[in-house]
């Protein structure tokens, strides 16, 4: 069985611009969940998807969103792009009850310059 | 606030020997617990986990341990090999929370041939 697959793996941008990620669950997966990795700030939940619906949020501004598709595919976009940003962005999927567990995708490294 | 901690962040061992990774929580909600390996710039990978009805789980050379009235956790790697080498995360899970796992610091191991 396929694994959670990211696209792109790299991505190099600018202050202000947007980004679109995009994250493949495992087959048969229907929750999708969106994690930043930073040095300073660690592993921080983003937001997780289920059944094309948002069930659940982490606490970062708007200009972080998402959405998932009826396929369970799922894609991120962060709007007006700061430095801060830069991060490695991981996805994860499992079957959905809070006791299955996720597994990662390789992530995908942004650069805002 | 962190709601789960690693304090150690790293750990050395010699190969062969016992190699412990701790973990503190502070959420009682938290019902599932799940230990993670991870290499610089790739995605975590699932090692194994534990729910709160139990107090051991084995898995090969990975034993994880709960102690939820100290609500502590620990994975043991017995023996212990340099392809352990790594970042190992503790994390979270539970209640409603769906889709989010709360991570713990990291504790970077190093095992020596």
């Known amino acids: 069985k396929a694994g959670v697959t990211q696209t792109p793996r790299y991505l190099i941008k600018t202050r202000g611009q947007q980004v679109t990620l995009s994250c493949s669950p495992i087959s048969g997966h229907r929750s999708v969940s969106w994690y930043q990795q930073t040095p300073g700030q660690g592993l921080q939940f983003l937001f997780e998807?289920?059944?094309?619906?948002?069930?659940n949020k982490g606490n970062f501004p708007g200009r972080f969103s998402g959405r998932q598709f009826s396929n369970s595919r799922s894609e991120m976009n962060v709007s007006t792009l700061e430095l801060g940003d830069s991060a490695l962005y991981l996805c994860?999927?499992?079957?959905?009850?809070?006791?299955?567990?996720?597994?990662f995708g390789p992530g995908t490294r942004l650069t805002v310059l | 606030d962190q709601q789960v901690k690693q304090n150690s962040p790293s750990l050395s061992v010699q190969e062969g020997r016992i190699s412990i990774l701790n973990c503190d929580y502070t959420?009682?909600?938290?019902?599932?617990f799940l230990w993670y390996k991870k290499y610089p710039a790739e995605g975590p990978t699932f090692l194994i986990s534990?729910?709160?009805?139990?107090d051991k789980n084995e898995d090969g050379r990975f034993t994880v341990f709960l102690n939820k009235s100290a609500k502590h956790l620990s994975l043991h790697i017995v023996p212990s090999q340099p392809g352990d080498s790594a970042v190992y995360f503790c994390?979270?899970?539970?209640?409603?929370?769906?889709?989010?796992?709360?991570f713990g610091q990291g504790t970077i191991l190093t095992v020596h041939p």
């Open positions: 959420n009682s909600m938290f019902d599932y």
């Open positions: 994860a999927s499992s079957a959905g009850l809070t006791t299955d567990t996720q597994y």
């Open positions: 994390a979270t899970a539970g209640g409603t929370s769906y889709g989010k796992l709360t």
């Open positions: 998807y289920f059944s094309e619906t948002q069930r």
């Open positions: 534990i729910s709160s009805i139990k």
